[in-house]
């Protein structure tokens, strides 16, 4: 594994996002001097909180899986998840709703989801279910160390005994037929290859390696972090500067200083000077080449993944078939990945999730009210409307989505509305995000992997990324790991002695984790 030369004792992390967060744990623990560089006021980058009327919104993610990899990096400074955060497992992991009316509940325990699915379609599909789950289990131990938890310095690596057991599970197939050689049912077969989407390919399109998204979903379990998803990131931040760290809120880096190859120090809006033997950057890939001064050349241009409309309603009452996470689907399916990927129209049939966080944290409303987060996909800036366009076309789609959940049971949705924040792929835009996506570079082949923008840069040998437009990719397992990965390209310490098993270990467990008993400077882990 190539590393950092030289001297890598005083690091400077350019934001406090899930990645960076993670990396500064990780360089804390291996006896760095760490400084983390944010211009919002506080922690969380995509992850972050808004309020608005008493409502406390998660303006990113709103899913939870794999929370060991969170727990590595408390881990890493003596600390534990489970001091930090208190978890709550959602069950059903979602509930997905069809265009027909019929409800299916995803259980990430095998025999509930059996029992639910011999419900759902029959027995025949019951059994097709348990084969599959078997198959997403061996698919996920074939990827996690080797093609996931790993930095890559060339192709040539992928060239290991793995990807013959990768290859020998399908893994180089499409995900729609590799799902569909399990599942019969068409609306289950949604149910285990919409993930795709987070990886922005259409299942028809999408390698059936992909399915290890379905994987962490429906068989590793998904949570809820009490007080919203940025309960984590705020968590992550308190136990980092306990351990040492320092932090410079609302701090816009402006420039790198950098002198016969090395970044030699960090320059602020406000004037500060950091100086630094290394330099991690984890804003989007545009902002990165800002910083740069260039923009890497490849071979085909990067293609970003679809993007997203979001409305955040708090409401005066809701609705009691509603899960923490709904599902709601359309009757299309493959036209509508088409509409989001090549035509560049919104959806005529839209997919939507529902998320109710209220559902287990009525304290992130007002009392007696409701919060509930609709996203609703939609083309990227290059494929579809541009950020100027979405300035009007936004509250007119907002309507269309108000009226699309009414006609699917949601009934007073528009009246109940008592404060509302909507997001567009120009308030993405604005934010510095590629093509106006949340979701960054997709996972098309070309894009993943050794084939992923790496996460050292050629002409500069002690910058380092993180992040999801690096390598390992989009999502909250991924960058978290991907800091790991950034910060053994500092420590020269491999991920892979620091991970001590690919399966994903209950949360309840965080806190007898080995290391979570160790000090830090002397002191006890405390939350």
């Not at 299916?104 to 599909?125: C, K, N, P, Y």
């Not at 033997?277 to 080449?289: I, Q, R, S």
């Not at 509409?339 to 939507?352: A, F, K, Q, Y």
């Not at 209950?506 to 080995?514: E, S, Y």
Request: aromatic share 6%; hydrophobic share 40%.
């Amino acid at each position: 594994m190539k590393t950092v030369p030289g001297p890598t004792g005083h690091v400077v992390v350019v934001g406090a996002g899930l990645a960076g967060l993670a990396c500064a744990l990780h360089l804390l623990g291996a006896g760095r001097s760490v400084v983390v560089v944010e211009r919002e006021s506080g922690p969380g980058g995509r992850a972050g909180r808004a309020e608005t009327g008493g409502y406390l919104l998660d303006t990113g993610p709103t899913v939870l899986t794999m929370p060991h990899l969170a727990d590595e990096a408390f881990a890493a400074v003596g600390d534990s998840l489970a001091a930090r955060v208190e978890l709550l497992p959602l069950d059903p992991a979602y509930r997905a709703v069809f265009a027909d009316s019929s409800r299916l509940d995803v259980h990430t325990d095998g025999e509930a989801m059996e029992a639910e699915v011999r419900r759902f379609a029959g027995a025949a599909e019951a059994a097709g279910y348990r084969r599959l789950r078997t198959w997403l289990e061996r698919l996920y131990r074939a990827q996690m160390r080797r093609f996931i938890d790993t930095n890559f310095d060339s192709p040539f690596q992928l060239l290991h005994p793995d990807l013959a057991r990768l290859a020998a599970l399908g893994g180089f197939g499409r995900l729609d037929r590799k799902i569909g050689s399990f599942l019969s049912d068409e609306r289950l077969r949604r149910v285990f290859s919409f993930q795709s989407l987070y990886a922005g390919v259409p299942p028809a399109r999408a390698l059936a390696a992909y399915a290890v998204i379905a994987y962490m979903d429906t068989v590793a379990g998904v949570w809820f972090p009490r007080g919203g998803m940025h309960a984590l990131p705020a968590a992550m931040a308190a136990s980092a500067e306990r351990a040492g760290a320092q932090f410079h809120w609302s701090s816009e880096v402006t420039r790198l200083e950098h002198v016969g190859g090395r970044v030699r120090a960090v320059h602020l809006a406000q004037g500060v000077r950091i100086p630094c033997d290394a330099v991690v950057l984890t804003p989007d890939l545009p902002v990165v080449h800002r910083l740069l001064g260039r923009v890497p050349r490849r071979p085909v241009r990067l293609r970003h993944s679809p993007s997203a409309v979001v409305l955040h309603a708090g409401t005066d009452r809701t609705w009691p078939d509603l899960a923490h996470h709904t599902i709601s689907f359309g009757g299309a399916w493959e036209r509508t990945f088409d509409e989001l990927t090549r035509t560049g129209t919104l959806m005529s049939d839209p997919s939507l999730l529902i998320t109710r966080p209220t559902t287990h944290d009525p304290a992130l409303a007002p009392p007696g009210r409701h919060l509930h987060y609709v996203l609703a996909p939609c083309p990227n800036t290059d494929t579809g409307p541009s950020a100027t366009a979405w300035q009007t076309l936004g509250p007119r789609y907002r309507d269309s989505l108000a009226a699309e959940l009414e006609r699917r049971g949601l009934h007073g949705f528009t009246d109940s509305i008592e404060h509302e924040v909507l997001v567009t792929p120009a308030d993405w835009a604005a934010q510095g995000h590629g093509a106006g996506s949340p979701f960054s570079v997709s996972h098309t082949f070309a894009q993943t992997g050794p084939f992923r923008p790496r996460n050292l840069v050629r002409h500069l040998d002690n910058v380092v990324l993180a992040g999801c437009g690096t390598t390992p990719g989009v999502g909250v397992p991924t960058v978290l790991i991907s800091g790991k990965l950034a910060a053994a390209r500092i420590t020269g310490v491999p991920s892979a002695a620091r991970t001590t098993s690919t399966r994903p270990a209950p949360p309840t467990a965080a806190a007898a984790h080995p290391a979570a008993r160790r000090t830090v400077a002397g002191r006890p882990p405390t939350p």
